[in-house]
């Protein structure tokens, strides 16, 4: 069975920094998957932030995280990290980790691209 687990979401201040990691359990890194990060704001829909392969180590962001977000995976670990910097109040959300099943490539941030979901980690952004 596939899980995934997040962790390290908090209350911090604006212009602050938050390491958030996924830990993957159910296959193995040297498989091909893609591991994304999406977030949810209180009354509003979920928007992608980025995406890497397992298989080289591709990246893809939304324009949203571009330059204060940054993806980065641990084989080792089989866990997904995204740095979160530079932080704002409207970025206060639910930050979700999602897996692709068996791909190489990285793919659209759209939620219908992504075959498996974890619970979630609050990010609360004060000013």
């Known amino acids: 069975e596939v899980q995934l687990v997040e962790s390290g979401g908090g209350l911090v201040q604006a212009r602050g920094s938050l390491r958030l990691s996924c830990l993957v359990s159910?296959?193995?890194?040297?498989?091909?998957?893609?591991i994304g990060w999406f977030r949810q704001a209180p009354g509003k829909g979920r928007e992608g932030l980025s995406c890497?392969?397992?298989?080289?180590?591709?990246?893809n962001y939304a324009d949203s995280a571009k330059g204060r977000f940054t993806i980065s995976i641990d084989n080792n670990k089989n866990t997904v990290f995204l740095q979160l910097d530079s932080l704002k109040p409207e970025d206060t959300a639910v930050y979700y980790c999602?897996?692709?099943?068996?791909?190489?490539?990285?793919?659209?941030?759209?939620?219908?691209?992504?075959?498996?979901w974890g619970q979630g980690t609050q990010v609360t952004v004060s000013l």
């Open positions: 999602t897996a692709k099943f068996r791909t190489q490539q990285v793919v659209e941030l759209s939620e219908v691209e992504f075959d498996c």
């Open positions: 159910g296959f193995t890194f040297d498989e091909a998957w893609v």
């Open positions: 890497i392969t397992t298989y080289d180590g591709s990246t």
